[in-house]
């Protein structure tokens, strides 16, 4: 059941949205009826992520009648596309609200490639679920195992999977990285590097490596941890903690763990994109690093219009319309919105072993980008010549080296990027991979 509800309070926020485009629609500020009847609150002894995993609403009964009412309901058999439904009612309220963040991270579940490109960070954490992994890892560009991370990845898939699902590299103190784990990934090209700093946890070494990339790369990524919400209750603040500080300084970062999608929403006005296909019914909104946060949502069968606390009023276990491609929601302090993913998802098939042709188109694809690395290195060897002569070693010896070996470290970071960054990468990633092993 959902959480309690207690009238309306005057809203900071100013007057309500506009209004959606369907008259009868749910969005519709006045469409709910009075709040609902208060209930003891036992959420602080809740987990904060999702706790309900509701199965869809069933379909129309076998042999129904095919006549239609006299009002036409929706209908599931031709429903409108997902992104045309969520472009139409964003674009009425950025009429009302210029400032409007639109979210949209329905690609890193769907079926269906996404525009956004993700760059995902495995934590330590077990993998409780295959079919978000696999859908994560196929909606994702670069793929990083944080330290231990490596071995939850490499137990939760078989022989033929791990072949095929390489981590771009495994990061960290290595101090939980399994001996057979890092020799199997050390034998595949995969890049292992270990970072022995006391004063950053192996999910922010992981985040290093991720600006180290895209500074390279001169790409941007939405940023995904795949864990993190789950097992030690240090290690799930010590995640919110981190999604709270990137708030000002990424745009998307988001969570998924076990059976929940969650992010931050900072201050100000947003439109969620619900996809229905892989969203659960299940919803939170939780006021988690602020003292409160007065919050005003719309197409929510519990709408909120009051102020919300850890220790006071919360939203737990509301639901989601499933007539409604999206929630509109206006906080006054950053606050958590989770959302529950629907159970067992279709798996994306993995591709099978190579034919012939593939050999041959293979073979000639590694000789191209054989040569293409002969010639940089080529380059190279010229270029540090030609910097020998114009910029003699510091006094100490080691003013050259250090330039030179930033400078290689850029471009292994950009070819690290560019070998996943393919149309088809996730088809062919058992292809070999200009990477390194890092074994201290």
């Not at 992104?83 to 409007?100: I, M, Q, W």
Request: glycine share 8%; proline share 9%; net charge positive.
């Amino acid at each position: 059941m959902a959480r309690r509800y207690p009238p309306p309070s005057p809203s900071p926020l100013g007057p309500p949205s506009p209004p959606p485009l369907s008259p009868s629609s749910p969005l519709s500020p006045n469409r709910h009826g009075p709040a609902r009847p208060a209930r003891s609150s036992t959420a602080l002894t809740r987990r904060v992520h999702h706790l309900l995993a509701l199965p869809r609403p069933p379909g129309p009964a076998a042999g129904a009648r095919r006549r239609q009412p006299a009002v036409t309901p929706r209908q599931p058999s031709t429903p409108v596309p997902l992104s045309a439904a969520f472009s139409s009612v964003a674009e009425t309220y950025k009429g009302k609200y210029p400032g409007l963040r639109t979210w949209s991270p329905v690609g890193l579940l769907a079926d269906r490639p996404g525009r956004t490109n993700y760059a995902m960070i495995i934590l330590n954490q077990k993998i409780t679920r295959r079919d978000t992994l696999y859908r994560a890892w196929a909606a994702s560009t670069v793929r990083l195992c944080a330290d231990g991370g490596a071995n939850r990845l490499y137990d939760a898939l078989d022989a033929e999977e791990r072949a095929i699902m390489l981590p771009t590299m495994i990061k960290g103190d290595l101090d939980s990285l399994r001996s057979d784990v890092r020799a199997y990934y050390a034998s595949k090209g995969v890049a292992i590097k270990r970072d022995p700093s006391e004063y950053a946890t192996d999910l922010m070494k992981c985040m290093e490596e991720v600006e180290a990339i895209e500074k390279a790369s001169g790409k941007q990524f939405a940023l995904l941890f795949y864990g993190g919400f789950s097992g030690r209750l240090d290690q799930t603040v010590h995640t919110m903690s981190i999604l709270l500080k990137l708030r000002e300084k990424r745009r998307e970062t988001y969570v998924i763990s076990e059976d929940s999608l969650a992010w931050v929403t900072d201050t100000g006005a947003h439109l969620i994109d619900i996809d229905h296909a892989t969203m659960g019914q299940t919803c939170g909104i939780l006021p988690i690093g602020v003292e409160d946060a007065f919050v005003r949502t719309e197409g929510l069968k519990w709408n909120l219009n009051w102020v919300t606390s850890i220790g006071g009023e919360l939203s737990t276990s509301n639901h989601l319309l499933p007539s409604e491609p999206a929630v509109f929601l206006e906080t006054t302090a950053p606050v958590f919105w989770t959302v529950e993913i629907q159970p067992n998802l279709a798996i994306p098939l993995l591709k099978s072993p190579l034919s012939p042709a593939d050999e041959v188109a293979r073979g000639v694809k590694d000789l191209g980008m054989g040569i293409a690395r002969a010639a940089g290195e080529v380059r190279k060897d010229f270029g540090r010549r030609l910097s020998a002569r114009s910029h003699p070693p510091a006094a100490d010896g080691v003013g050259l080296g250090e330039r030179e070996r930033e400078r290689e470290a850029r471009v292994e970071r950009a070819g690290l990027v560019r070998n996943f960054t393919s149309d088809d990468e996730y088809a062919e990633r058992e292809r070999d991979i200009d990477g390194y092993a890092q074994l201290d």
